[in-house]
Structure formats: structure tokens, C-alpha cells
């Protein structure tokens, strides 16, 4: 958050989400593994994705979420 009031103490107020936000947008299947779900991120060099069930968007997965919930499990 340090870096988001930096800017818009730069002057810069006008942006826009759209004019910021990623454009590609990945998706993977609430029933994919684990271990695949792993493989897209470092396949696609992003740090969330959008989780789709029957063709909605039903969530976001983070690698954080994922260190997280495996932390709990060591």
C-alpha cells in the first residue's frame, strides 16, 4: 500500500483500473490438481488465477494461498 499512496501522492489520480489491470486473464478448474494448478503458475508467470466451475468464476487462487495451506500441513 506504501507504493499505491506514493503514486497518488505523485499526482497521478486519474488512472484507472483498466488502464492498469492485467489484461490476460487465466483461468483453471476447481477440480485440478494441486500439482497442475503449480504447473500453470509457473507456466504462465502469474501470481493468481480465477477458478472456474462449470464455466463460472467461482474464486481466486493465490501462491500465497497455496504456501499458506501447506504450511498448516508441515
Known sequence: LTDI??????GKTSLKIKDIMSKRIISVDAEL???EVVKVFS???????????NGDIIGLISK?????KLA???
Do not use: N
Open 64 to 68: 500465497t494461498d497455496i504456501l499458506d
Open 43 to 53: 507456466k504462465e508467470k502469474v501470481g493468481r488465477l480465477l477458478v472456474r466451475s
Open 33 to 35: 490438481p494441486l500439482y
Open 5 to 10: 499512496g506514493k503514486t497518488l501522492a505523485d
Open 72 to 74: 498448516v500441513y508441515q
